[in-house]
T-cell receptor, first 112, second 116 residues
């Protein structure tokens, strides 16, 4: 069983559309994250949730809205997509500390 | 907050040679330093980590060294193989801190290419 699964793996969409990326973990972790990896491979944290509560919200446009229906799920909804949103988005989970980070396989978002 | 710098951004080596990737960190309270390997189309996998109470840790062809005084740590891969080709990320954190300080701060990544 995949520990952290995110869907879809690839997403191509037009500017201005609204899209969602889903993430689920079956590790029993309390904390989940969204990271953005840009074309230069930089890996930057966007959001972190602990038991469905937002604990980290980096400087991210408010077009990005994370939603955590339960501690096993953290979805990322993006409104009014822009060309600069094209990147690979990684979901991850942990026990709330730096130990045991587990990453999903990534979602490559391409905005055309 | 913590700031982690990683060099080089790209590294090409011949198969069988060694590869070294270096990271520096800014927060002297950080005491946990993992390394992740990201293969094409996959999420990052933890390959080795080191805590501040040791200066070196080795696992087969992979080793990590830590210099707390200088606040830098390095990943060493010996006898490189084509399957070592990937993006490698270093990270730092203080897992015992509160709030966001306990999370991982990643370096910018190194694209390692092992040439056959």
């Amino acid at each position: 069983d995949t520990a952290v699964s995110q869907t879809p793996k690839y997403l191509v969409t037009q500017m201005g559309n609204d899209k969602s990326i889903k993430c689920e973990q079956n590790l029993g972790h309390d904390t989940m994250y969204w990271y953005k990896q840009d074309s230069k491979k930089f890996l930057k944290i966007m959001f972190s949730y602990n038991n469905k509560e937002l604990i980290i919200n980096e400087t991210v446009p408010n077009r990005f809205s994370p939603k955590s229906p339960d501690k096993a799920h953290l979805n990322l909804h993006i409104n009014s997509l822009e060309l600069g949103d094209s990147a690979v988005y990684f979901c991850a989970s942990s026990d709330g500390t730096a130990y045991g980070y587990t990453f999903g396989s990534g979602t490559r978002l391409t905005v055309v | 907050g913590e700031n982690v710098e990683q060099h080089p951004s790209t590294l090409s080596v011949q198969e069988g040679d060694s590869a070294v990737i270096k990271c520096t960190y800014s927060d002297s309270a950080s005491n946990y330093f993992p390394w992740y390997k990201q293969e094409l189309g996959k999420g990052s996998q933890l390959i080795i980590d080191i805590r501040s109470n040791v200066g070196e840790k080795k696992d087969q062809r992979i080793a990590v060294t830590l210099n707390k005084t200088a606040k830098h740590f390095s990943l060493h891969i010996t006898e490189t193989q084509p399957e070592d080709s990937a993006v490698y990320f270093c990270a730092a954190s203080n897992p015992m801190a509160s709030g966001s300080a306990r999370q991982l701060t990643f370096g910018s990544g190194t694209q390692l290419t092992v040439l056959p």
